[in-house]
């Protein structure tokens, strides 16, 4: 259901079953690879490696669910900073996951994010 604004609920937001999201599996779906761990370096991945390294960089620095859970019980600043952060690890993902693999047993799959934490 969409997430809708909601002034009479304490987190301001609701869901609203009148507006289900529909997926198509095909058209909605990136045909990821199961495992991104999986996926190994070699000359042809390069740039999807790169990418996944600084998602997990960008992952691990955000913290978004730590900062989501304070901003909506108590410390609703917090959301802003989630915001933030959730925006440039989108835009990591968003080139990741146009990388499609073409060579190996994955080839013609995308990689996909590792949410591995990062120091």
Known sequence: MRIVEDPSSHTKVSF???????IDETADVI??????????????????EQLA?????????????????RGFNGEPAMVRNAVGAMYEFKTILGELLQQRLTAGPLAGQFPGPRFRYVV
Do not use: F, G
């Open 53 to 69: 390294a600084e998602a997990d960089t960008s992952y691990s620095k955000i913290l978004i669910l730590r900062a989501l859970h």
């Open 31 to 48: 045909q990821m690879v199961n495992d991104p761990l999986t996926v190994t370096d070699d000359a042809a991945a390069w740039r999807a």
């Open 16 to 22: 609203d079953p009148a507006q289900p999201i529909t």
